[in-house]
Structure formats: C-alpha cells, structure tokens
C-alpha cells in the first residue's frame, strides 16, 4: 500500500513537471524567447548598469524639472486613488451579499466592477488620450478607472468579511439601513479599507510611469525622454527619484498599517 | 453609582457561590475581583487607530483637493473631453471591429501574450522559491532574511516598465528584455507571497525533524515545501494572472509583441476605435478565463490536500 502511495506521487509529480516542460518549450518557440540571450543579457546589463546607468553631478540639472513631474504624478495617484475609493464605498455597499438592497443592484455593481478591473489600462489610456491629449487628466483618469474596479472588488471582499452578526443586531434594535451602514459596517471594515487605499496608492504610482511612457505625461515622460535621447544619467536620476518615492510611501503606509489594524 | 456598587456586590455574590463548589485553594473572587473595579466612565471615542485613520483621510482629502485645484485645465476642453471620451467609448463597445488582422492572427498574438506571462512566472516562481525559502524567519538567519527582504522591497519599488526598458538596452528591445524585465517583480512579488507561506509552518514540525538528525534540504523537501505547495500554487496563478495583464502593457509600451503592441497599433497609431474595442474585449475575455481557471483550480488544490 505504501509504495502505492509513494508511486502515485511520484508520477503525480511526473505529470506536473512534464506539462510544465511541454508548456515552456511552446512559450519559448512561440514568443521567439532567445534563452541565452535572455541570461546572457542580464550579465550585460550589470555591466552596462554599472558604467552608463547612475546619476552623475552633471545630471543633477534635471532636478528643478524633474521634481514639478514627480510632485504631479504623486498628487495624480493619489487624487485618482481617493476619488476612486469614494464612488467604490458606494459601489461595494450596493454589490456586498451582507448590505445589498437587492439582487439586481448587486449585480450590476460585481459586473462594473468585473469590467473595470479588466480592461488593460493600455486601453484606458489610449482611448482617453484621443479626447484628453497630453494632460495629466488622461493619466488621471486611466489611473482612476482601474483602480474603481480593483477597490471595488477589495472593498467588497472588506464587507462580507464583517459578517452578518452585527448588523442583525442591529436589525433587531429597528436601526434603519442607513443607521446599520453607519454604526456597524463602515466602522468595522475602516482599517481593512484604508489598508487597500494605501495600497493602491503605491500600485498606481507605479502604473503612473507606465501610463506616462505611453501618454507622454508626468514622470514616465521624463524618463522616456531621456532615455530615448541616451542621457542615461538622467534617466537614472528619475529612476532613482521613483524608488525613493515609493519606498517612502510604503514606509509610510506600513506603519500606518501597524497603528490602525 | 447604585448601579455599580450592585453589580460589584452581584458579582462577588456569584464569585462566592462557585468557589464553594471548587475544593481548591485559590477562590474566583480572589482571581478575578481582588483589585477590579469596574469603570463605567465614558466609553473612549477616539484611540490612537481612529485619530490615524482620520489623519489619513483627511491628509488624502486635502492633497486630492490640491490637484484639482493646481490642474491645468486651459490646454483642454473638460467637458468636450468627457462627451468625447463617452461617444468614443460608445464605438470601441458597440461596434468592435477588426480590420487590419484576422481573428486567428489576433488569437496567436494572445497565446504570444500568455507565453510572455507563462515564462516570466516560471522563471519568476524559480528563483522566488530559492529567495522565499532564504527570506523565511523559521528557516533562515535574521541577518539573511533582512538582506533579502530590503533587496526584494527595492525591486518592487522600480516600475516594471523601467525593469524592461533598462534591460532592452543591454538585450534589445523585444521578448528577451521584456521577459527579463517582468520576472524582476514577479520574483519580489513571489519571494514576499512564499516566505510568508513559508513562515505559516508550525515550528515544532521543524524542531522535530531537526531533532530527528535531518539537514536543512531535508527540512526543506519533506516539510516545508510539502505543507505550503497549495498556497505556493494559487500565489502563483495569481501571479500568472497580474502577468498576462503586465504583458499586454509591456507589449504596448516596450514592443514585447503579442496582443499589447497590436492594442498600442490601433489607438496610439491608427487611431482606430473598433479595433481597440475588438482587442479589449478579447483581453476581457482571456483576463475572465484566466480568473474562473485560476478559481476552480484554488478550490480543487484545497479540496484534494
């Protein structure tokens, strides 16, 4: 019986592993991935890092331009972020099993929520980009569209979470639905949401840079400017900036985290 | 005041009562009510969470308003912009269209998109299991666990799309820098997701074997690997889930090829609204598959282990 057990897994483990090779290999071929090169190229790109890719006295220049950028791809993510968490508080509530009015609301609400959190942000930012040029509305909006959609799954999560204990409490007490909202599930599913604010934050300051290399917005601008006009040191003069950035944020929001949850 | 005093007296009462049923030396009232006294003051509104969640949303209000208020709004027409994006947003969803490709053509340029995701998750889920394994406080040295940590918190901090475009200088641009370049967050997003799994592990199971004469591999393949390969795999789908997505971008912004670069061809060369319709719907598409896949599997692995 025991040799049963362990051949079965062996050839469980067999299985596994063949698939994964099958699927690599067709990956591979498919995506005409040049393995060596790709290993090759990390070697290299050490090497090239290392000489060409830090920021030198000369590119300093850059800072009183840089910084107006990052000051306003930060201020993007974060108003697009909060908006965001706003409409998705509305949306959530109307779409969560414990605090939905009734099916129909909660429906529409998971779908909008569904499509939101699906269309590439490529596709937000390139539609956006026809009627909005180069503003940093496009950026903001593109950023604020995906972020309804994932907040709004969180925030749902959030509440079903909070169970349906309290509010029947309440329910029994003859609290109306909006006493029942305010008292007991707002309160309880707070720090779970800031939680999910804070890190959407961070996420969309990265995706920022994203949307700014193809919108020719905010910091991704600067950096694709650079970069295309090979003044590398300045291009790692912002990279350096973003990372500052976002690590000050995740300090921040970490230990926010640590008093509120 | 009355109030208290008869509770207080109630509850000595009770205390009482039960510890002359119990044939031990140490009586509840000595327990529970030598030096209690109950405070019936005001219930506290504001601890220290509430203040911070309140300093937080109103420090997120006030930079919100900040924006808006500093935004230059006399380059555009916001209210063209809006009645413009909707009419476009009109025809990219009721009438998508493809011109310039076949559905096969489109198709193939999905699997290329997945077969950027699928490599970067291996090569990412490869490395994070070595890193996770070195970052996990039950099996590590603290010193190592911090290095790893602080080294993989800096990856995560540098955009994806910077990762690919810094390594297309050293690789060219195409599926080498892309592939490359999107296996850095993967793996510091993996390596963060498996040493906290790694670190689920009861401690005892690891003294035992370490008791019984067994070397960190062994800990390793008998244990730790074994108890956490179901969180291990649905971390990892979830991964190849966010990687489909950042292929699509990378294949926009950084020319990996696939379904992304023809979405970029379409709206930010071509302009055409259909076709972006007719690729975001497919995108949809895919993303949903991926999501119920990645479901059932979730509750398959939890099912059989």
Redesign the interface.
Known sequence: MRDDIFTKRRNGNLVFLLA?LI??V???I?????VI???T??T??VI??GSN?YPDAESLRILPEIFPKLQETV??S??A???AAVLALVLSLAGSQTTRINRIFSIVSRGIA??FR??????W?????????Q???TG??ALFFGSLGFLTRAFMETIDEVGNNSIEALQATGAGYFHIIFQAVLPAS??QM?SW??YMIETNI??A??VG??TGTGI?FS?DLY?KRFD?HAASLV?LL??IT??VI?LVSNN?RR??L | MQFKELIVQETNNICEQLSSYEDRHTSFKELFLTKDTINFGPIKLLDRASIAMRTVILFLTVLTIYFFSTLDYQSIDVLKGFTDTFVNFKTMFLNPYAQRFTLGEAFYNVVVTLGLAFLTTLIGGIVALLLGLLAAQNLAPKQVTNLIKGFVAIIRAVPTILWVLIFAVAAGLGSAAAIIGMSFHSISYLTKAYSESFEDLDRSVIEALMASGANWWQIVFQAVIPSSVTYLLSWTFLRFEINFANAVAMGAAAGAGGIGFDLFMAGGFYFDLREVGFITYLIIAIAIALEVFSTNIKGKLQKSI
């Open positions: 994964l699927l690599s067709g990956s591979i498919i995506t005409e991935y040049d090169k790709g290993f190229s990390i290299r790109a090239w890092g890719f201020l993007m974060i108003a972020t909060t908006v569904s499509l699906n269309i590439p942000i490529v596709a930012a390139m539609v956006l980009m026809i009627s909005f040029s503003s940093p509305l903001y909006l707070m720090p800031i604010l804070l990265r995706d840079t994203l290399v193809l991704g950096f970069y590398y990279v973003i990372v976002v690590i995740e926010v008093v509120i």
